[in-house]
Structures are given as structure tokens and as C-alpha cells.
């Protein structure tokens, strides 16, 4: 529990944008360690990992975003439950999305004798990184409160 209390004082002292490259980077380190190396099998890496993407796990790090796209969603005429269900449903999809591109990297990864930690890896990328990149190329402005 002291492990996601983190992501609550993070997101009490530290600005939108801040927060969640914060936690957009470290799910993406954690992730890497997760997969630990090619030439070790060993649980130690996979543990080692939990306490680096627990502030941004389970959509933790667009906790500090949301606040600002409802309001401006509701700024623009759309209902807060109404845009809620649009996020909850295109989060879903992707969820979805990315459990069979995991899988089928993993059977890939598996059938031609390749790393299937690697996997580890891909999940970094879409979780963490891919996110952020879309932080960094948005401006500074977006992250402002909405009045």
C-alpha cells in the first residue's frame, strides 16, 4: 500500500505535465527491468521492478491529465459522465489492443527462439515512452488549469 500511497504525494506536490512524465518514465524503467536481461531468468528482476511503476501503473500517471480534460471537455459543451464513458470505453479498446500485440510478440518472440522477456520491453514502450513522447511534442500550455 506504501508503494501507490507514492503516487498520491507525487500528484499533491508536482504539476500536471511534471507528474506524469514522472510516472510515464518510470513505468517505462520499471518495465525494462521487469525484463531483466537475456542472459538471466532470475524473479529478483521482475521484483525489482514493482516499486519503479507503481506510482504509473493501471493508468496512474493520466491521473494529473484527466482532471484538465474534463474540464475542458465540459468548457466545450460536453458532460463530464458522457465524456467519462468515451475515455473509460477508448481505454478499454486499448487495453484490449495490447493484450494481443503482448501475445503475439511473445508467440513470435518464443516460436523463433528470440528473448521472450523482451516482451517486457514492448509493453515499456507502449505504457511509458509512447505516452510520453506525446507529452513531450504537446505544449507546456495544455497542461494549464482550465478556467
Known amino acids: 500500500m506504501l508503494l501507490f500511497a507514492c503516487a498520491a504525494i507525487l500528484l ?3 504539476s500536471a505535465r511534471t507528474y506524469t512524465t514522472v510516472t510515464n518514465l518510470l513505468l ?19 521484483w525489482a521492478g514493482i516499486p519503479i511503476i507503481s506510482p504509473g501503473v493501471n493508468g496512474s500517471s493520466s491521473h494529473a491529465v484527466k482532471a484538465l480534460a474534463g ?3 465540459e468548457k466545450e459543451g460536453y458532460g463530464r459522465g458522457e465524456f467519462s464513458a ?8 486499448a487495453t484490449a489492443c495490447c493484450t494481443v500485440l503482448y501475445s503475439r510478440w ?9 528473448w521472450a522477456g523482451s516482451v517486457w520491453w514492448v509493453a515499456g514502450l507502449l505504457g511509458g515512452l ?8 504537446s ?9
Open 12 to 14: 499533491k506536490n508536482l
Open 28 to 46: 517505462w524503467v520499471g518495465m525494462c527491468v521487469h525484463a531483466g536481461t537475456p542472459s538471466s531468468s532470475h524473479q529478483a528482476w521482475f
Open 71 to 73: 474540464a475542458l471537455a
Open 86 to 93: 468515451w475515455i473509460n470505453n477508448l481505454r478499454a479498446i
Open 106 to 114: 511473445y508467440s513470435i518472440a518464443t516460436a523463433r527462439g528470440l
Open 130 to 137: 509512447l505516452p510520453q513522447l506525446l507529452v513531450w511534442a
Open 139 to 147: 505544449p507546456a500550455s495544455d497542461y494549464e488549469d482550465v478556467k
